[in-house]
């Protein structure tokens, strides 16, 4: 073959190849570009979208109060007309940043508008797609999604546990992908999401002359009182710690009783003067062991017309669960009407959660179930749970049997808790239960309140 032409099919080879080789590139550097373009438009579309939220707002949900409904407004102001918004709860996964967390399972959040005067959850459908962030992170997702307009304001409403984040994502479809052009995460744990219990309360004046009572007196009487209340130790107390403590002034002097906590267990001490001249008896009794973090429930009767008069005043100390851990008795006091009660909750050294307590005084004996109900009702019922209906149906029901109750409820589900707070009374008029339903007022508190996170 003359040279003249293998030089020819040569060049035309070469000529061939490099026509394809630039065809790839052209076509390779094509898609980049594209790529490279619609990445660089949301990246755009990102930085000009804004997202503000209100302060959150949340509410336990009893009786265990493990578990918050938490809301918030969003509003926000986005370049794009399709605009998808997906919220979800999860809880923060270490070692991984949050614009990574990505709906897991059952998404406990919604996307709410009151636009008809009525809250309504706004329709929305599963996004089975992967999602891109601006950056090129691919996130697989499978969660309702919800079409919304491209500036609007919405109510964020999720289920939330203690721990837990609620993460709202903001989407579009650009070039048949889904973007994501904006994302927030709300730490309700930051706001105060938890259950505020009392460790130490301020002090209560209770004066049955203030609330028209005739002798015997509501707050403390001859025929029966008792008191009772649930606590948690929060550590090992390494000084004396009180749980209750109340003095009776009467009209022969007054007489105190303190339950309280040293190390792990728990001891009752109380003292007695019957007259100016008889002096003061005083007796410190263990009740019963404790562990911290477990609940305990302890009670204290005393009276004439109790069951335990032939032991005098008895103090128990119970379980959650309601097992009897120990108790003791004390003598009962000289047979005298009080007029004031002065009772205080807890301890400053904050060793142990008061979450609620109540007092009851007896009118008759012809009756003791309601009495004694008080006491069984707060026991059956677990720490959290607000007797409040429960001792209102009791009153009512107990005419000509108690004098009254008063209630103390020391948990406040949401942030900001009361410096103080007042203790509900129901009582009968004249102590005769004349009246068609019994009296309600309020004792109020002096002092502040001390508040831990429960």
């Known amino acids: 073959m003359p040279s003249v032409v293998v030089t020819l099919l040569i060049v035309l080879v070469t000529l061939m190849l490099a026509i394809g080789v630039f065809g790839i590139y052209t076509t390779y550097f094509a898609a980049q570009g594209s790529v490279i373009g619609s990445n660089e438009i949301v990246v755009s579309q990102s930085k000009e979208t804004q997202i503000f939220v209100s302060p959150i707002t949340f509410k336990g949900i009893g009786p265990s109060y493990t578990t918050f409904n938490v809301s918030f407004l969003l509003w926000y102001s986005t370049p794009v007309k399709n605009v998808v918004l997906i919220p979800f709860v999860i809880n923060p996964l270490p070692g991984l940043g949050t614009y990574l967390y990505s709906p897991q399972g ?49 109510i964020v409403h999720s289920t939330v546990k203690p721990g837990e984040i609620i993460v709202v994502w903001l989407l579009t479809n650009e070039f048949g992908k889904w973007y994501r052009l904006g994302y927030f995460f709300v730490n309700p744990a930051n706001a105060g999401l938890g259950l505020y219990v009392i460790t130490h309360s301020g002090q209560y004046l209770g004066n049955s002359k203030n609330v028209n009572f005739k002798p015997p007196h509501l707050f403390s009487n001859n025929q029966g009182v008792q008191t009772g209340l649930w606590f948690e130790p929060l550590g090992n107390a390494t000084v004396n710690s009180t749980i209750f403590y109340a003095v009776i002034n009467t009209t022969s002097g007054y007489y105190y009783i303190k339950i309280y906590q040293s190390g792990l267990e728990i001891y009752a001490t109380t003292n007695y003067t019957t007259n100016s001249n008889s002096g003061a008896r005083m007796t410190t009794e263990p009740i019963g062991d404790v562990n911290p973090y477990n609940w305990y429930f302890v009670n204290f009767t005393y009276g004439h017309q109790t069951s335990n008069e032939t032991k005098g005043n008895n103090i128990t100390l119970y379980t959650e669960s309601g097992k009897l851990i120990g108790n003791t008795s004390f003598p009962i006091p000289g047979q005298t009407n009080s007029y004031e009660v002065s009772i205080t909750f807890g301890s400053p050294n904050s060793f142990d959660e008061i979450s609620q307590a109540f007092l009851v005084t007896k009118q008759s004996n012809s009756n003791d179930a309601y009495f004694y109900n008080v006491s069984t009702i707060m026991l059956k019922h677990n720490p959290y749970y607000n007797n409040t209906e429960t001792y209102n149906w009791t009153i009512n029901h107990a005419r000509n049997i108690l004098h009254g109750i008063v209630y103390w409820y020391f948990v406040y589900p949401s942030s900001s808790p009361p410096t103080e707070l007042y203790a509900t009374v129901w009582y009968w008029p004249k102590g005769s239960g004349s009246a068609q339903y019994a009296n309600l007022t309020y004792i109020p508190e002096s002092g502040p309140d001390t508040w831990v996170i429960g």
């Open 106 to 154: 059952t998404v406990n959040a919604s996307i709410e508008t009151n636009s008809t005067g009525e809250v309504e959850v706004l329709p929305h459908f599963t996004l089975d797609y992967p999602v891109y962030t601006p950056q090129g992170q691919q996130l697989e997702v499978n969660a309702p999604a919800y079409n919304v307009t491209s500036t609007g304001t919405y």
